[in-house]
């Protein structure tokens, strides 16, 4: 069992920065893949980034290429998410999502993943 809570989320202007962080319980977060996945008003959901239980590999949806980075720290059951150069279209609640699988072709489908976060608010304004 995994339990995720999600925090750092804000209103900022377009162009600022953000960092989202991703606070899991449970003795083997290591072993998980974590994702941010993000929903906008109205939208389905969509995969932004993620990475491996080690930390060793990371994926990125394409709308934050070059813009947002992923990393985790083990030791502190954590996993962030760095938003630079923040644009109005990234306004949309954000969730972190744990699942063990292998991520080479899972890891965009929501139903791969098996514990998620509440959610926080980000708002871009322009």
């Known amino acids: 069992q995994v339990q995720l809570v999600e925090s750092g989320g804000g209103l900022v202007q377009a162009g600022d920065s953000l960092r989202l962080s991703c606070a899991a319980s449970g003795r083997t977060f290591s072993s998980y893949f974590i994702g941010w996945i993000r929903q906008a008003p109205g939208e389905e959901r969509e995969f932004v980034l993620g990475?491996?239980?080690?930390?060793?590999?990371?994926y990125y949806g394409d709308s934050v290429k070059g813009r947002f980075t992923i990393s985790r720290d083990n030791a502190k059951n954590t996993v962030y998410l760095q938003m630079n150069s923040l644009k109005p279209e990234d306004t949309a609640v954000y969730f972190c999502?744990?699942?063990?699988?292998?991520?080479?072709?899972?890891?965009?489908?929501?139903?791969?993943?098996?514990?998620w976060g509440q959610g926080t608010q980000v708002t871009v304004s322009s």
């Open positions: 990475i491996s239980g080690n930390g060793g590999a990371t």
């Open positions: 999502a744990a699942g063990q699988f292998d991520p080479s072709g899972s890891y965009r489908r929501m139903d791969a993943y098996n514990y």
